[in-house]
């Protein structure tokens, strides 16, 4: 058996394919940002995938919905699609560092009613929503998807 040794000037670093963690959010491409900041944490946002959802929510998914249900209103809409949210919640439970991606209903990006969007981000970035369990430093990472049909909302995911 033979072992070869490659000389390390030789040897290039290697970037990963994918180099940011899942719920990375780059702050130049975010909105509601301004008066908004992360608390100290060495460590990147808790909450990978749908895993801290359940925590966060103020009472539970069941009342979010329920929330949404009763505050939203159609307006004559007829939008297909879907919204999804992306956004950050810090110790103090405040919303921030915002993302919006707008799919049609194949998945493609698309513009859905802009009043429609901003209703449903007001109503999703509302600090009671959240609770953070008061971490003197923990901050979370959230994403929401909206099922929307004939400018009604379906489903609420994850």
């Not at 000389?7 to 290039?12: G, K, T």
Request: charged share 20%.
């Amino acid at each position: 058996m033979y072992l070869f040794f490659a000389n390390p000037s030789q040897i290039n670093e290697v970037q990963p394919k994918y180099p940011d963690y899942v719920g990375e959010i780059y702050i130049d491409k975010a909105t509601r940002t301004t008066g908004f900041s992360l608390c100290k944490d060495e460590n990147k946002p808790h909450g990978f995938y749908s895993s801290a959802a359940p925590h966060i929510y103020k009472k539970n998914k069941l009342a979010f919905k329920e929330f949404i249900a009763q505050q939203y209103q159609n307006r004559n809409r007829d939008d297909n699609g879907y919204l999804n949210l992306r956004f950050h919640i810090n110790c103090r439970d405040e919303t921030g560092n915002l993302i919006i991606n707008e799919l049609n209903a194949d998945l493609e990006p698309s513009n859905l009613n802009a009043t429609l969007v901003e209703q449903l981000v007001d109503l999703s970035m509302r600090s009671e929503n959240w609770r953070t369990a008061n971490h003197p430093t923990l901050n979370y990472y959230m994403y929401l998807i909206f099922k929307i049909e004939n400018g009604n909302v379906t489903e609420i995911l994850p």
